[in-house]
């Protein structure tokens, strides 16, 4: 990821949760987690779930739930190929099974599909940083923060 | 001083806009650069505007290296290769009739003084004027259906929200926009997000709400970032708050960001994904209009629906109904996506037909090649052959002709797709995205992948294709949500419409 992340701590993984105060707020603790320290921490769970009153399932169903969390640290680069039908009509098949062949094998290299930019695609985000008619060269260019 | 205008939005952004905007600060130092909306006309971002007494001239598409001769040209006479003349008389966009985005792409997103110079906030006065049924009534009276898909009228929706009982109640936008091929929720929220948070506080004094959330998908940084800072601005003019527009009456408005789930565009799922749960999809009734968020009445609408709002309490409900067809009244914001030559936002009345969109709008495919099909509606409409795009864009002749409008995305392929494969995307997007509530939606799915393997195999093929009809059949009619009830429409159109593709025995006698 290109965004600062703070090492996992208990003590600070309190602090964040100390924050939380909108109603549903599950959901929202483990989206505070995750965007101050990169990841979910396992031992998050048991601590959302007491600080919220519920069950280490309920943590744990929401956890699983949702594909933008994530439960390890993130790669060092992240490349996201969208695989929503507009990019399909451009070749985004094609795009992704490139990306996974030419790029650095460390790279996380995934699929995603529509990032609300259909009509310039096929849509690629690198490290958050979204790019319209990608190509491998231009993934890789961001890859390495050249001008696309 | 010279105003320029490039646009922020994140499809310009994402072809080089932010790099423009360097180049051109870097070379025109006096120049004062707005950021606004695009335009829509995706085709020329990163589209440049330069302020001039004959209105605003656009260049396009500009790239950084072209910006030293632009630089030039605006020194000059103004001729440049890339120059479109002025932007209001491009043919693409004076035959549009805008409604929702008529000021999308020509404020400043943020700047509120901007926003009321071109019309905002004239609905919201209207409204404060007006009792609530009356609000409802002319809601009502223009026509308007819900945007988001299912086209339900939205009058009869804040009818039944304003008359049920509640402690509280909730304004609910939905701005998951997880079709696929749509965009326009975003364009809207990144290029005129007041507008939208005018149509929520005229929604909610009306239904007797007072707080209102957005619901926006992880996927747009941009749009949430824009989003909160115009409620931050509205809050300090006095739009939102305990006290709207000195009337005495309390409304406000908060974010809640999604976490990566189609299936949260579902309104009930929605609700418990704002809940803090899995989003999985409620059984209705009840309705969330009568127990909706934490089981309090809850109007939820899409974006677009709730932004046509403020232009019918501004200039009445038959102005609106003045522009479309049949049942479907007003207008409608078409997104062109995929393999399309000019795609970007097409808003006018329903009744255009799909043709017109395709061949003309968008001046087929960017490929150059012959267009086979076209995706209506999202991931789970219907593909319809290139033979049968005299379809006129409206709710009804659309369904009769086995299509479906869902959120406006008009996607375009040519004759290199292979439709199979289309059909077995559709199924694993079903596997991958399903809530896993009901069995046919969840279990299906994953069968429906296999049996396209089988048959694309040459495993049995005309008894695989049966049972494949026979499963879709299945989730049509077993499914809680149109997650697992519509999956099967481009599976079936795709077997119907382009049966050769499942045929992988090299010859063309089945
Ligand atoms: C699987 C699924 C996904 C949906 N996704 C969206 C969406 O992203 N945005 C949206 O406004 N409606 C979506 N809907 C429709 C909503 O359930 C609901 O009908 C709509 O938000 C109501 O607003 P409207 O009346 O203004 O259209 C989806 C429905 C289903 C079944
Ligand atoms: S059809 Fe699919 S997404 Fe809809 S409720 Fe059933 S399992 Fe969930
Ligand atoms: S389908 Fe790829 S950005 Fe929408």
Redesign the pocket.
């Known amino acids: 990821m290109s965004r600062a992340v703070a090492p996992w701590s208990i003590e600070a993984a309190q602090r964040v949760l100390a924050q939380v105060d909108e109603p549903g707020p599950v959901l929202v603790a483990l989206q505070s987690l995750q965007s101050q320290f990169g990841y979910v921490h396992a031992d998050a769970v048991a601590l959302v779930a007491e600080r919220l009153n519920v069950s280490r399932a309920d943590v744990y169903g929401v956890l699983t739930f949702y594909s933008d969390l994530r439960t390890t640290p993130a790669a060092e680069v992240e490349v996201r190929i969208c695989l929503g039908e507009a990019c399909q009509a451009v070749g985004a098949r094609a795009l992704l099974a490139d990306a996974r062949e030419q790029l650095a094998p460390d790279d996380d290299v995934s699929r995603v599909f529509c990032m609300g930019n259909c009509a310039l695609g096929p849509t690629a985000v690198v490290n958050g940083r979204l790019l319209g008619r990608a190509s491998v060269a231009s993934v890789r260019a961001a890859v390495d923060g050249r001008p696309t | 001083m010279t105003r320029i205008f490039v646009p922020a939005d994140s499809a310009a952004r994402s072809v080089g806009a932010d790099e423009v905007v360097a180049a051109l600060a870097a070379l025109l130092p006096d120049a004062t650069i707005v950021r606004n909306g695009s335009r829509g006309l995706l085709w020329l971002e990163p589209l440049v505007e330069i302020e001039t007494a004959d209105g605003r001239i656009a260049y396009g598409p500009i790239q950084p290296a072209d910006v030293p001769g632009l630089a030039r040209a605006l020194g000059g006479d103004g001729s440049h290769p890339r120059r479109l003349g002025s932007i209001d008389d491009h043919p693409w966009l004076a035959s549009q009739e805008r409604l929702t985005f008529a000021r999308v792409g020509v404020i400043d997103p943020l700047d509120r003084d901007d926003f009321t110079a071109h019309g905002g906030l004239a609905g919201l006065r209207a409204s404060l004027g007006m009792d609530g049924g009356e609000v409802v009534a002319a809601v009502t009276a223009s026509g308007l259906r819900g945007r988001g898909g299912a086209g339900f009228p939205a009058g009869l929706k804040w009818d039944t929200v304003r008359k049920a009982e509640g402690p509280r109640k909730f304004v609910c936008v939905n701005a998951d926009e997880g079709d696929s091929g749509t965009f326009a929720d975003r364009m809207l929220m990144e290029g005129d997000p007041f507008t939208l948070l005018e149509g929520m506080t005229i929604a909610g004094l009306a239904v007797g709400a007072a707080e209102g959330l957005v619901y926006v998908r992880s996927e747009y940084p941009d749009a949430i970032a824009t989003l909160q800072r115009a409620i931050d601005i509205a809050r300090d003019a006095g739009w939102l708050g305990a006290d709207v527009l000195g009337s005495g009456r309390p409304f406000d408005v908060m974010v809640r960001v999604g976490a990566g789930s189609y299936?949260c565009g579902?309104e009930t799922?929605m609700l418990e994904s704002l809940e803090g749960k899995r989003g999985?999809?409620r059984a209705k009734p009840p309705l969330p209009a009568i127990s909706g968020l934490f089981g309090l009445p809850t109007l939820i609408s899409n974006v677009l629906t709730i932004a046509a709002v403020p232009f019918v309490l501004e200039r009445g409900p038959e102005a609106y109904a003045a522009f479309g067809t049949g049942r479907s009244l007003g207008t409608q914001v078409f997104q062109l996506g995929g393999n399309v030559r000019q795609g970007g936002i097409v808003e006018t009345g329903f009744g255009i037909t799909l043709a017109d969109l395709v061949h003309g709008y968008g001046a087929g495919t960017l490929s150059g090649r012959p267009v086979r099909a076209v995706q209506v509606g999202g991931p789970l409409g219907s593909y319809l052959p290139a033979d049968a795009l005299d379809v006129p864009m409206d709710y009804e002749a659309l369904a009769a002709a086995g299509g479906m409008l869902g959120h406006g995305g008009v996607v375009v392929f040519d004759d290199t797709v292979d439709m199979a494969e289309q059909a077995r995307f559709a199924m694993e997007f079903?596997a991958e995205?399903?809530?896993?509530?009901?069995t046919?939606?969840?279990i299906g799915s994953t069968r429906g992948v296999e049996v396209i393997d089988r048959i694309l195999a040459g495993d049995h093929p005309e008894a695989n294709r049966i049972l494949l009809i026979d499963l879709c059949e299945v989730m049509r009619d077993g499914?809680?949500?149109?997650?697992?009830?519509l999956t099967p429409q481009p599976v079936l159109s795709a077997i119907e419409r382009f049966g050769e593709d499942f045929d992988r025995s090299g010859h063309d006698d089945r």
């Open positions: 299936v579902e799922a999985v999809v079903c995205e399903s809530c896993g509530k009901c046919p939606c969840r499914s809680l949500c149109a997650m697992g009830g």
